[in-house]
């Protein structure tokens, strides 16, 4: 893997209804409907528009993603994932991977450079920190080495533990290298 990958990644705690990229990835519901934590906080930023253009896509189904426009956010659009209730299902890792890995075939297949995360399933869905982690890092980073369009990705908490958590992966990971 290419040191180069790695440095296309930020992690920062924030809100990422504020950030001015191409696109930001909704930890959405399964309606696309919008709720709490993040995905209600990306559909009060971005508008009534974004509700519409979920109404019309009908919904999501766990693992997979959804791509609608940024409305009034800073980011021209939203991919929107929706991931596993941990422990729900047996295959929760797996689900929670294919949330990556289509939140970025979606970038890939929109020329989007420049995307951002959340901490997907790590809220109300109750995955834990740690695991999600390494999961969302092991599975974008092979996208970072194998495009090479692919200028930032920001992994965006909002928590001081969760970027604590999110920092010192990483760091293991560079270590690593």
Known sequence: M???AYNKISIKQGDITELAVDAIVNAANSSLLGGGGVDGAIHRA???ELLAECRIIGGCPTGEARITKGYNLRAK???HTVGPVYGKSGNSAE???RCYENSMKIAIDNHISTIAFPAISCGVYGYPI???CEIALGT???FLDQYSFFKKLIFILFSDGDTRVYKDCMQNLTNHF
Do not use: H, R
């Open 95 to 97: 689900l929670l991977k």
């Open 140 to 142: 974008t980073i092979p």
């Open 77 to 79: 659009f939203v991919i």
């Open 130 to 132: 740690q695991e999600a």
């Open 2 to 4: 290419d040191k180069n």
């Open 46 to 48: 971005a508008g009534s």
